[in-house]
């Protein structure tokens, strides 16, 4: 079966644009994450949807960061303005239940903020 | 949130050898998966383990959720084994998965 897929793979662009990344997760799989990982750290959770739900965005940065998840199959994560500090790899991942069951991720986003 | 850790967090190894990773966590636990992140930063999912043994070839995990920790065991390293090792733990609030600061191996040959 297919993995999960993200595109673009890098992305650069100047501070105060706006960027998009596109996940495209397992079929079949009801669970999508949007996770941000920096540098010599573990990834930490942006926003988790079940089908179309987005269940937990506490850790999303509202006033800059949006995402969707249409239909319940693919989703993009939105930043606008984009802040040096957002440089990081941004991965995709899904499961086919939630929590409970194993999770799979795509080959990441890697930003660069200039 | 639940704090995880993990030891050592680099470790060099000679072709061939054994190892043994090790995964503390804070609190109870519903649910601890490991994960292999390449040189590429490919994250692959190596085990599903909340409590228990597993093995998959060179590798095995075993989670004691009662003593909250788990181990990583790679036999017979090779140098494709090389990246970081994950692991993350969901807590029994089930909102999320934690993850640990990883453990960097490098096997060389």
């Known amino acids: 079966e297919a993995g999960v897929v993200q595109s673009p793979r890098y992305k650069i662009i100047e501070k105060k644009q706006p960027v998009a990344f596109w996940c495209n997760p397992i079929s079949g799989h009801n669970t999508l994450y949007w996770y941000l990982q920096n540098l010599g750290q573990g990834p930490e959770l942006l926003i988790r949807y079940e089908n179309e739900e987005a269940v937990d965005d506490s850790q999303l940065p509202k006033d800059r960061f949006s995402a969707e998840r249409l239909k319940g199959v693919d989703s993009t994560l939105k930043i606008q303005p984009a802040e040096l500090g957002d440089s990081a790899v941004y991965l995709c991942?899904?499961?086919?239940?939630?929590?409970?069951?194993?999770?799979?991720f795509g080959n990441g986003t890697r930003l660069t903020v200039t | 949130g639940i704090q995880v850790e993990q030891s050592p967090p680099d470790l060099i190894l000679q072709e061939g050898a054994n190892s043994t990773l090790r995964c503390n966590f804070s609190?109870?636990?519903?649910?601890l998966q490991w994960f292999h992140q390449n040189p590429w930063g490919q994250l692959i999912n190596l085990f599903y383990i909340p409590s228990g043994t597993k093995q998959n070839g060179r590798l095995s995990a075993t989670t004691v959720a009662t003593e909250r920790y788990s181990l990583l065991y790679i036999s017979s390293s090779q140098t494709t084994d090389s990246g970081v090792y994950f692991c993350?733990?969901?807590?029994?609030?089930?909102?999320?998965?934690?993850f640990g600061t990883g453990t960097s191996l490098t096997v060389i040959p």
């Open positions: 991942a899904s499961s086919l239940w939630g929590q409970n069951s194993p999770l799979h």
């Open positions: 993350a733990v969901d807590a029994n609030t089930g909102n999320q998965f934690y």
């Open positions: 609190d109870s636990v519903n649910n």
